[in-house]
């Protein structure tokens, strides 16, 4: 990757796009060729907290692996609806930022790439409701209208460095 540091030491990438765009899919054969953990914004938000669980991943993995730190984070379990294990993530090298809102201005200076799933909305909701059950569509719809009120207000996909298709 040809791109300088931006976070400390670290290389952020982030994997950014509405949900069901196959973000997740990207994300792991990025890791995958350049060695790099994952960091799911999933594992911050809920159906509850779509995009205000800012903070904690600036606490817990944003701020320390810019002091060159180690970061330490704790997964939200969806199951549970609760806070799980915790994971720890190296400063230096790459690491992947993956999920709605992973390229929000509020991380935009400190990224280092900045790739957006483009994915049509059709598709984008079968993929959800195939992985979450049809009862969970009045929360896929609430989902979507807040993520669409998002990167309207952000305008994050004009931002993007690559913008990739999710379809295939």
């Known amino acids: 990757m040809a791109s300088e540091p931006r976070l400390g030491s670290t290389r952020l990438v982030a994997v950014d796009g509405p949900g069901g765009a196959g973000k997740s899919t990207l994300a792991a054969e990025?890791?995958?060729?350049?060695?790099a953990p994952?960091?799911?914004?999933?594992?911050?938000?809920?159906?509850?907290?779509?995009?205000?669980?800012?903070?904690?991943?600036?606490?817990?993995v944003l701020e320390p692996l810019g002091r060159g730190a180690l970061a330490r984070y704790q997964r939200y379990d969806w199951d549970r609806r609760a806070l799980a294990e915790w994971h720890e993530i190296a400063p230096?090298?790459?690491?992947?930022?993956?999920?709605?809102s992973s390229s929000r201005v509020a991380v935009r200076a400190r990224l280092s790439?900045?790739?957006?799933?483009?994915?049509?909305?059709?598709?984008?909701?079968?993929?959800?409701?195939?992985r979450d059950g049809s009862s969970a569509l009045p929360l896929w719809e609430q989902w979507m209208a807040d993520e669409d009120n998002h990167f309207a207000t952000d305008n994050t996909r004009a931002h993007a460095d690559i913008i990739v298709s999710g379809t295939a």
Not at 30 to 35: G, N
Not at 92 to 100: A, D, P, S
């Open 30 to 35: 990025l890791a995958r060729e350049c060695d």
């Open 38 to 60: 994952v960091v799911p914004t999933d594992s911050f938000a809920s159906w509850d907290n779509t995009l205000n669980w800012w903070p904690r991943l600036e606490s817990q």
């Open 92 to 100: 230096g090298g790459v690491v992947v930022l993956e999920g709605v």
């Open 113 to 130: 790439l900045s790739i957006w799933v483009d994915t049509p909305r059709t598709l984008r909701l079968a993929r959800g409701l195939e």
